[in-house]
């Protein structure tokens, strides 16, 4: 069993007798700074490409003087949309903003207070157990030394075409059990905090919703079990903050990395307490964003995740929030749909400073000229585009060996860039600057190629609106006629931003991921407050609210999210009262 041994040990609560942390305000933390050398001192970190942003700005940075909240959640573009808004008014309740339909109350939003928004933050809430089975009773496992029953059900299953079928459904201490091996009798077993009493997600944005201060939220917080989020507040006394939540397992000595044995060595000592979770208020910057980045405080002690998306959006949050004054909720919308490529900036003049043949020199040129931003008319965006895919590919082909190849889907974006920068011996060999450069510039000449072949030699053809687009594709889509495939899907449209851009645009060539909902508060005035959202309010493709949205949200217009009641009833398209009989 020696084999299925976590290998990597984990600082988590070095000290076994620490099982919490004092819960005092993180007030020494700083937001991420732009040292790539922080980040790529480990470029073989796991990196997630989706995510989320959220921030909120201290009214010493704002126009206002108010504290602003900013939230755009990057989820599936789908219809319906998973988000639904809503403004929620009853004795004792008075929130609006986003939920999503099958989830009480509003997970993004605002009431009468303050204002708090989410992002994902990544924890680990789950492990697989390898059990030795009994060869006489394969329905027993070994555990603390003896052989213990596993929890044996069946189910029946209607199958088109084979009628009902029975399954077995078998469960260990820990959980479900997933697979057996009965030729070397072992079973792997899933241990999962979402599968614990009291998991229930976003249930904690009922209490969130009623919350009145700062300490309130957090307390709200602390019975946020799932998902893993970052959770941010501003509000009208002029208090900004932060706090991470949910289940985060407490391990000793290992990190949940790996397959451990199930044997009763490798048990969950309980959660971290959410109000001692990473978290602070009113930080000296003025001001504190998330971008699914690493955001841990060093030395905190405990390992929440091995997996954080591209710190690319987060150096944009900083770059942008270091020099910010008076900031607006106009400044704010530009940043929800703000495009610049971080990468980009860093790998572009590597490109430029080579001696390139003259073939090339015209789309370097362009390059060399280029701002960065991934817009949807850019020429430049689309020659870099295609050379990152091109360069991607050449370090997969280079360094993956044939096979393992298909183990592999891709190279990491801040793989390559840390690489590219500073190209390693051990992967490069000793001229590893001279073998880089040379690939560099074939995956030049193939982005070029590929461009010429799909728009023609006319370099102005070839705008980044041209290789992606956004289009709403309802799930039904293949079931229907063409008549009805064009009342239930949107119209494509030319869409600008990347994978790792602030304006998240994520899929092949369609948008399948992206800023599905978006919300800018100001707490001065909460009737100044802004959204998006698309394709509409509605699911049912009949009425003029199921893709009226699409277009607005595509070109980066918001509509207003009025709060009080004078506001709401003098813009109201019409009003339903529901009364019992």
């Given amino acids: ?34 040292d790539l050398e922080i980040l790529f001192k480990d470029p073989f970190q796991s990196v997630n490409t989706k995510g989320s942003n959220n921030w909120v700005v201290a009214g010493s940075k704002t126009k206002s003087g108010k504290p602003i909240l900013a939230n755009d959640p990057h989820r599936a573009i789908q219809s319906p949309s998973l988000r639904y808004w809503v403004h929620l008014n009853a004795p004792g309740w008075n929130v609006i903003g986003g939920g999503e339909p099958v989830l009480p109350g509003v997970s993004i939003g605002r009431n009468e207070y303050g204002a708090w928004g989410l992002t994902i933050f990544p924890i680990d809430q789950e492990d697989i157990y390898v059990y030795k089975t009994n060869p006489d009773q394969p329905n027993q496992y070994r555990y603390q030394g003896s052989w213990k029953d596993m929890e044996v059900e069946t189910t029946d299953i209607q199958v088109r075409g084979e009628g009902i079928v029975t399954e077995l459904l078998k469960y260990s201490i820990h959980g479900p059990i997933l697979f057996e091996d009965t030729e070397n009798h072992l079973a792997y077993g899933l241990k999962a905090a ?100 690493n955001n841990i405080p060093k030395g905190y002690p405990n390992i929440f995740s091995d ?83 091109a360069m991607l590919a050449d370090l997969k082909k280079k360094l993956i060996p044939s096979d393992n190849f298909d183990v592999v889907s891709a190279i990491d974006r801040t793989k390559m860039l840390a690489w590219l920068l500073d190209p390693p011996e051990f992967l490069f060999g000793q001229k590893a600057r001279k073998v880089v450069d040379s690939m560099i510039e074939n995956s030049l000449i193939t982005a070029i190629e590929q461009l010429e072949t799909e728009f023609g ?94 277009k607005d949200w595509n070109a980066g217009k918001y509509f207003p999210v009025y709060f009080s009641k004078d506001k709401i009833f003098s813009t109201a398209e019409s009003v339903m009262i529901l009364k019992p009989d």
């Fill in 1 to 34: 069993m020696a084999d299925y041994i976590a290998s990597r040990a984990t600082p988590a609560f070095e000290n076994p007798e620490l099982k919490y942390l004092n819960d005092i305000e993180v007030s020494t933390l700083k937001s991420p700074d732009l």
């Fill in 194 to 293: 979402w599968l614990d009493v009291g998991a229930a997600p976003y249930l904690a944005s009922l209490r969130m919703d009623q919350a009145k201060t700062w300490d309130e939220f957090r307390h709200a917080c602390s019975f946020s079990g799932l998902p893993g989020e970052n959770m941010v507040w501003a509000d009208k006394k002029g208090n900004i903050g932060w706090q991470a939540v949910g289940l985060t397992p407490i391990r000793f000595g290992w990190s949940g990395s790996l397959p451990v044995p199930g044997n009763g060595d490798y048990e969950w000592q309980g959660y971290v307490p959410v109000r001692a979770m990473p978290h602070l208020s009113n930080p000296s910057e003025g001001w504190y964003g998330s971008a699914n980045n």
């Fill in 457 to 550: 030699p006319n370099m102005n053809d070839w705008s980044y609106g041209k290789l992606y687009y956004a289009q709403v594709i309802h799930p039904l889509n293949t079931l229907l006629d063409k008549n009805l495939q064009e009342k239930v899907n949107t119209v494509r449209l030319p869409r600008g931003g990347g994978a790792n851009t602030l304006n998240m645009n994520y899929g092949d060539s369609r948008q399948i991921v992206g800023g599905s909902f978006r919300i800018i508060i100001d707490t001065e005035d909460w009737d100044l407050a802004v959204g998006t959202s698309t394709p509409g309010q509605s699911g049912d493709p009949r009425s003029i609210h199921y893709k009226n949205l699409y």
């Fill in 307 to 389: 997996t954080y998306s591209d710190p690319a959006r987060i150096f944009r949050l900083n770059e942008v929030f270091l020099t910010a004054r008076n900031h607006t909720i106009e400044d704010s919308k530009a940043l929800q749909y703000d495009t610049k490529s971080m990468t980009a900036e860093r790998l572009v003049p590597l490109i430029t400073r080579l001696a390139l043949p003259t073939d090339l020199k015209s789309a370097a040129s362009r390059l060399d000229q280029w701002n960065f931003f991934l817009d949807k008319d850019s020429v430049a965006a689309s020659i870099y585009d295609r050379w990152e895919r």
